[in-house]
């Protein structure tokens, strides 16, 4: 678990999870934590690797974190999971 962003409004950490016990390959996923609406997501497979494609693009263009927020609150539109404090 690697903590990627931490503005405002969002949270984002990467997982990486081994596919097998000593396999070389990972797979993982991104979590994504609303602040505002307090939803959450986990995104993974190929909507992981579009989500890293896009915000490479974004980092390497320079990007303000309005720029990096914009881009991942069309992530959590989808987010349908609550936070919840326990």
Do not use: W
């Not at 934590?33 to 986990?42: L, S, T």
């Amino acid at each position: 678990m690697q903590l990627l962003y931490n503005s405002d409004n969002f949270v984002v950490v990467a997982f990486e999870l081994a596919d097998v016990a000593g396999a070389t390959s990972t797979q993982g996923g991104y979590e994504i934590v609303d602040k505002f609406n307090r939803k959450e997501i986990f995104i993974d497979g190929e909507l992981a690797a579009t989500f890293k494609q896009g915000v490479q693009a974004l980092v390497d263009a320079g990007p303000t974190q309005e720029d990096l927020d914009e881009y991942i609150s069309r992530f959590t539109a989808l987010a349908q999971q609550p936070v919840l404090m326990h």
